[in-house]
């Protein structure tokens, strides 16, 4: 997002209107988080609570098998996590976000007790 | 062809409404509009009009279903006064912001406390921020020439914003004068049909109106007001101009009476103009080079040009209708010394007159431009006209 040009006052819609319908698809509200969750999938029994009481419709699920959460809308406020019946999501401060191994929708990659010790 | 009619400034206004024939008109009463509203109903009730008239609970609501209906796409107007315009406050702001094209007849009338129904201008004064234009009209005929004209530059494509008439309550409002009017073809064809940018009844191109606007482009937005706003400084003059053509009554940013040669000028808008006039008048009869310069357009303002005018003077002289509070002279007065500032020497003085309806005399204007003349300059605190000590 911080790399797209954002329009200027001579290119915008007057009044502050929005004319192209359906375009929220484009607006990323979780860029001011300050947690994010993260899955342990062995952990996981893919019960799906934290897909039900997420507030914002962020945890992402296939197959009814829970994949993850999206980032792009997550406001990281730890429902799914405090939800988890077997604890197996966690809330990780973003600034530590780089130093733990997920893939993009937060799933952790090898056993949790390794990756912790790393 | 126009006819010649005797009708008040309330007349006046609602006249032009029924040649107008606007889509929708929410309203409640308030006094010295009261009447405005009430002669336009029966133009509704007796279907000399389409309009659907929306008789609302407050003037909040008035505004609100103004905004409404004119982000579906209609022609709207409205009127109110004082406590009424006190009242719509938040919306008269997001109807500009919106750039909705809505034009308003405000009945000038003192704010209370303590309660008074006359006229002054701290109702229309207060409202100089909200980023609406704002016309304000001497006589009756100024009155149904400047509804007729704020609907087209409202409605100007570069412009796209509400626009306020104004007239003095009681003074003009309730006074019959001699008002030439268009045919009602004229005023037809003069005002055309609204072509919204957005209208929301286009439910093949649905929009969204209102969305939450932060850091990231609110800014922008208020640009394109204050752009539109400077814009419209040429659009009143051209379709003054053309209205002009059509009416034999052109308008521009300002009137200038006798200013040619004139070493003293009081600036004055409203009714209190016409009394400046007349005070002129019978000091010219003496020898006396004296002038008023009448302010029509408040909103934008014509600093450019007023002191291209005013400069010449010798001296200037600003009549404020409202008090403005700020210790250092009413709205008009700082408005006027700001434009002459880095172009001119020319002392600017202020007074406040005519508060709650107080009469202003055609006196008390002579001793205005004998102070003028006696080098007697309210630049620091303003004069207050007639008030008692």
Excluded at chain 1, 1 to 11: Q, R
Aim: with cysteine.
């Amino acid at each position: 997002m911080a790399s797209e040009k954002i329009p200027g006052w001579k290119e915008i819609p007057a009044g502050g209107v929005i004319a192209e319908a359906g375009n929220a698809i484009h607006y990323k509200t979780g860029d001011w988080r300050s947690e994010r969750p993260v899955l342990d999938k062995e952990t996981c029994i893919n019960c799906l609570q934290c897909w039900v009481f997420c507030p914002d419709g962020s945890i992402m699920v296939r197959d009814e098998q829970m994949t993850g959460f999206d980032y792009d809308h997550c406001k990281g406020c730890g429902i799914c996590a405090h939800t988890c019946p077997v604890k197996a999501i966690e809330m990780i401060p973003e600034d530590d976000a780089g130093s733990i191994a997920t893939d993009e929708w937060g799933v952790r990659q090898g056993k949790k007790e390794e990756a912790d010790k790393q | 062809m126009s006819k010649t009619r005797a009708l008040t400034g309330n007349e006046a206004a609602a006249q032009a409404m029924r040649q107008i024939d606007p889509d929708v008109v929410p309203a409640y009463p308030i006094t010295p509009q009261t009447e405005l509203m009430q002669i336009f109903s029966s133009f509704v009730n007796n279907g000399q009009v389409k309009t659907e008239m929306i008789l609302v609970e407050s003037e909040h609501s008035a505004m609100s279903a103004a905004v409404g209906a004119s982000a579906a796409g209609a022609r709207v107007m409205t009127a109110t006064s004082a406590n009424g315009l006190a009242l719509m406050w938040e919306i008269v702001y997001i109807a500009a912001s919106t750039r909705l094209p809505i034009v308003m007849a405000v009945v000038n009338r003192a704010l209370s406390a303590p309660i008074n129904i006359h006229c002054d201008h701290s109702d229309t004064m207060g409202a100089r921020d909200s980023g609406w234009i704002q016309l304000y009209g001497e006589n009756s005929q100024e009155v149904y020439d400047n509804v007729v004209q704020a609907v087209r530059i409202a409605e100007h494509p570069d412009i796209q914003l509400p626009v306020m008439t104004t007239h003095d309550g009681f003074i003009i409002s309730h006074t019959m004068e001699r008002v030439d009017t268009l045919d009602d073809e004229e005023v037809q064809k003069f005002v055309g049909t609204r072509k919204a940018n957005f209208p929301l009844l286009d439910t093949a191109h649905p929009v969204t109106y209102g969305p939450l606007d932060l850091q990231d482009y609110y800014f922008e937005h208020k640009m394109q007001q204050a752009e539109a706003m400077k814009k419209a400084r040429e659009v009143i003059l051209e379709v003054g101009a053309e209205y002009g053509k059509l009416s034999g009554r052109s308008y521009g940013l300002f009137d200038e009476y006798l200013t040619d040669d004139a070493e003293y000028v009081v600036v004055a808008l409203g009714s209190g103009a016409g009394t400046a006039k007349a005070a002129a008048d019978e000091l010219r009869e003496r020898g006396e080079k004296v002038g008023v310069l009448k302010l029509r357009v408040f909103r934008p303002f014509p600093a450019e040009a007023l002191a291209a005018v005013l400069g010449r003077a010798k001296a200037v002289a600003v009549m404020d209708r409202s008090e403005g509070f700020s210790g250092i002279g009413g709205p008009v007065f700082q408005e006027v010394r700001s434009a002459l500032y880095g172009k001119s020497q020319v002392p600017v003085s202020g007074y406040v007159y005519g508060l709650g309806g107080r009469d202003l005399r055609i006196d008390q204007v002579q001793h205005v431009f004998h102070d003028l003349k006696q080098g007697t300059i309210y630049d620091e605190v303003p004069c207050h006209l007639g008030v008692r000590e």
